[in-house]
């Protein structure tokens, strides 16, 4: 017999599965419906890294089960090629991001051929070449028709290293998500998406149409947070004033009117244009200082500042006059700006009370000012400048006559030049290309019109590269619509947990974007999110190369071959947990691969005991929901069950054959081997039916319990799996034994010792 040897069977069939196309989708194949497997695009690092692979493998797993049981299965994918780490990466090591990006492109997709996944690479998206971003362009400049895209000034989230905007969902702990440099907070002027146009499209209608996770539906809900208050208006005192005219009001923004009688003081942003009127010296210096820090150190401040204005405004509720003090837990880009402060019933108004020694007096929970209602919401318009090179060109014209004028659509794409001097030089590296930037206004024909030269977002990219997939290399729009009705919606979409708050809510807006354009039918992209968890280093520490703790794929592959390295990704947690890395437990599977290749010595012409068929049918069933239902570890623990049960038998050609069917998922090449040398099919494996089971097999399962009296072995009866955790129930059935009877005779039982499924012990 041949030993095990996974490098020489793995490219072998890599090799062949290739040459025979026996992955390539086909709509037409299949007794089922559709059924689109989608994993979040990889950024194009150089490196398919172990976190890659847990995204793909198990996904794999799923994709190739679906497709056994007759769905026609669609999994693409591509690359998520513009960015910074781009950018970075060329000016620190003088390549050219572009010939960076391609040359890792190329590396991983040599890598990913390891990996034995049944990915067809025909439908595909790479978003740093023309052929995609051209879309980007013309999706931007849909929204741009629609209002959706516009250019506004704000106060903005600024990476002084990476010298560009970022989103609030791209800053850890007052720092770069990317670079980890201190976040300062900047007056910029820049290109929105009006994703606020769509918050309450957004929100997660209970119960929901889709099959989202419930943490990722309340964060992005939590996110979007619709606020249903009132606007109220709070007189300012003016001493001077004689007569009623020239009223002037600071308006708040309250959730709670029915708190206005306790209302004891009002506090305003920094920002507030109140301030500014009655600027004295000590609130300018505190102005100041409150601009320095970012929002979210704001909201979370324990130690409320603050100081008195002087001014005083009336409470309309109990018509008493209370001061207006600044504070920075008072946001400006919220609500009005200024919030009337109920120490009695709101924490963050009693904290501040306590400390400056303010009033609090109880409310009685029913007044009901005058005012107008209002729905705040707390998501912002999407920032989606960046002032960098490696991008999709903002395919809008600056001309001094007509403003902003659009790029006519036949003139897309607006190329992205490829010699710039992309360095940070405190402006996009595009404004220094003069040759690039300077065109005839498209509108009026003006000479010395000037392109944008700032470039999107790669969130944009990824906000709807699933649709190209589809149709990758579609001419006429971003992407096919026939094709896209369809493939589309996703059926499941997997990946990481970081994306919840910024790329899946942007792909969900998109996508209500589109139907509003009547490109697509559905209101959201995917039926189905599965997130994965994280494997750490086998320190227990997230997996970094300053630690030293990285565990490599290349290299575990290369010393016990794909199929080992698949099957440990699948077994050693559930797909949503975090758990570090085993070497110990590495080994342990290679070892059942190498029993499972020596399993088919074994076959021999035997009839099937019930038992047999009980184990076999149980074992189809519940691989198989498993595999259905993402607990791929434990469809691995049941096929081990199975191999230790065949391990002691003579195994029959049938039960060999269901094995390395449901083997097949996780271990693609030892599967497709064996079958054809031991079970001498000329069909591979993958294009076979995943096997049926039969109810009849699937009786319940009795299990042996021990009967002792005095420790003394005296009897075992069998219980039903589903009757074990009931104590009264055993107990009874063993007292009842006769064989048992006979010793306890009629004796004082003084107690009694139940070890669950095993033992029970009777003391007299
Ligand atoms: C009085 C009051 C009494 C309030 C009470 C709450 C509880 P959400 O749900 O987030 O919309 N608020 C309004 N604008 C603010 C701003 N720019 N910065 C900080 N806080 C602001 O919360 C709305 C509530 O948060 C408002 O209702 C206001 O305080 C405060 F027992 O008014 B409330
Ligand atoms: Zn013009």
Redesign the pocket.
């Known amino acids: 017999m041949t030993r095990y040897f996974p490098k020489e069977i793995e490219e072998k069939w890599q090799k062949e599965w290739q040459e025979q196309g026996i992955y390539k989708f086909d709509l037409e194949k299949g007794s089922k419906g559709k059924y689109y497997n989608l994993v979040e695009l990889p950024y194009p690092s150089g490196d398919l890294h172990l976190g890659h692979w847990f995204a793909f493998v198990p996904a794999d797993a799923h994709a190739r089960y679906k497709r056994m049981s007759g769905y026609r299965v669609f999994f693409p994918n591509g690359f998520d090629a513009f960015g910074l780490p781009a950018e970075n990466a060329a000016i620190k090591r003088g390549i050219h991001p572009k010939d960076w990006t391609m040359k890792n492109i190329e590396t991983m997709t040599g890598q990913f051929a390891t990996m034995g996944t049944m990915i067809d690479w025909d439908y595909s998206a790479i978003t740093c070449l023309p052929e995609y971003y051209t879309w980007n362009q013309w999706i931007f400049l849909k929204m741009f028709e629609k209002g959706i895209a516009y250019r506004g000034k704000a106060l903005s989230n600024w990476c002084p290293v990476d010298q560009t905007v970022l989103a609030n969902e791209h800053i850890e702990g007052g720092r770069c998500w990317r670079c980890g440099s201190e976040v300062v907070q900047k007056e910029v002027e820049q290109w929105f998406l009006k994703i606020t146009d769509y918050a309450d499209e957004l929100i997660w209608s209970q119960p929901p149409q889709a099959q989202w996770p419930r943490q990722v539906r309340e964060g992005q809900n939590n996110w979007i ?1 619709r ?1 249903e ?1 009132m606007l109220l208006n709070f007189e300012i005192v003016e001493k001077a004033r004689k007569d009623n005219k020239n009223k002037e009001y600071i308006q ?5 009117p029915d ?1 206005t009688d306790g ?1 004891t003081f009002l506090v305003v ?1 920094p920002e507030h244009k109140f301030v500014a009127k009655i600027l004295a010296k000590e609130i300018s210096e505190y102005v100041r200082k409150a601009q320095r820090k970012t929002e979210m150190e704001r909201k979370e401040d324990r130690v409320k500042s603050g100081v008195f204005t002087g001014k005083y405004v009336i409470n309309p509720v109990t018509g008493k006059e209370i001061p207006v003090w600044v504070s920075d ?4 880009g ?9 120490p009695y ?2 924490e ?2 009693r904290e501040f009370a306590e400390k400056f020694k303010l009033p609090i007096i109880k409310t009685s929970f029913k007044a009901k000012p005058k005012g107008e209602k209002k729905i ?1 919401y ?1 998501l912002r318009d999407w920032s989606i400048s960046r002032q960098r090179y490696w991008g999709t060109p903002v395919p809008i014209v600056h001309c001094r006559r007509c403003g902003l004028v659009p790029v006519p659509f036949k003139d897309l794409p607006v190329e992205l030049p490829y010699n710039v001097d992309y360095t940070p030089k405190g402006k996009p590296p595009l404004a220094t290309d003069e040759e690039w930037l300077k065109v005839k206004c498209p509108r009026c024909g003006t000479e010395g019109a000037k392109r944008d030269a700032e470039t999107l977002d790669t969130f944009f990219d990824s906000a709807w590269y699933f649709y190209r997939y589809v149709s990758p290399h579609f001419g006429d729009l971003p992407f096919d619509k026939s094709k896209v009705s369809e493939l589309m919606p996703v059926d499941v979409y997997f990946g990481g947990s970081e994306h919840t708050l910024g790329h899946t809510l942007y792909a969900r807006f998109f996508t209500k974007f589109f139907k509003n354009l009547g490109l697509v039918k559905f209101d959201e992209f995917a039926k189905k999110r599965v997130q994965h968890g994280v494997i750490l280093g086998p320190d227990g520490n997230r997996m970094s190369k300053s630690r030293g703790n990285v565990v490599n794929p290349d290299d575990v592959v290369r010393e016990y071959g794909a199929d080992t390295v698949r099957l440990y990704l699948c077994f050693m947690m559930p797909y949503e947990a975090t758990s570090p890395w085993s070497s110990g437990a590495i080994s342990g599977i290679y070892r059942f691969l190498k029993r499972v290749w020596d399993l088919g010595e074994k076959i021999e012409k035997v009839d099937l005991t019930v038992s047999d068929l009980t184990m076999m049918h149980k074992t189809i069933k519940k691989v198989g929901d498993d595999l259905n239902t993402f607990q791929f570890n434990t469809a691995v623990a049941a096929l081990m069950t199975w191999l230790n049960y065949l391990s002691v038998k003579k195994v029959s050609k049938e039960e060999y054959e269901t094995y390395l069917r449901l083997l097949a998922p996780f271990a693609p090449h030892i599967a497709e081997e064996l079958y054809h040398s031991k079970v001498l099919s000329a069909n591979s494996v993958h294009l076979e039916n995943w096997p049926q089971y039969q109810d009849k097999y699937l009786v319940e399962e009795m299990l042996q319990i021990v009967v002792q009296v005095n420790g003394k072995l005296r009897d075992t009866i069998g219980i039903q799996n589903s009757e074990v955790k009931n104590q009264n129930y055993v107990q009874d059935r063993a007292v009842n034994s006769e064989r048992v009877a006979k010793y306890l005779n009629g004796q004082n039982i003084r107690k009694v010792i139940y070890v669950e499924g095993k033992l029970i012990n009777f003391v007299v």
């Open positions: 947070g606020s208050g708040v923004f309250t959730t709670r708190t209302a942003a837990y008072v946001l400006a919220y609500g009005t700006g200024a919030i009337m402060a109920v019933a709101d963050r108004d705040n707390h």
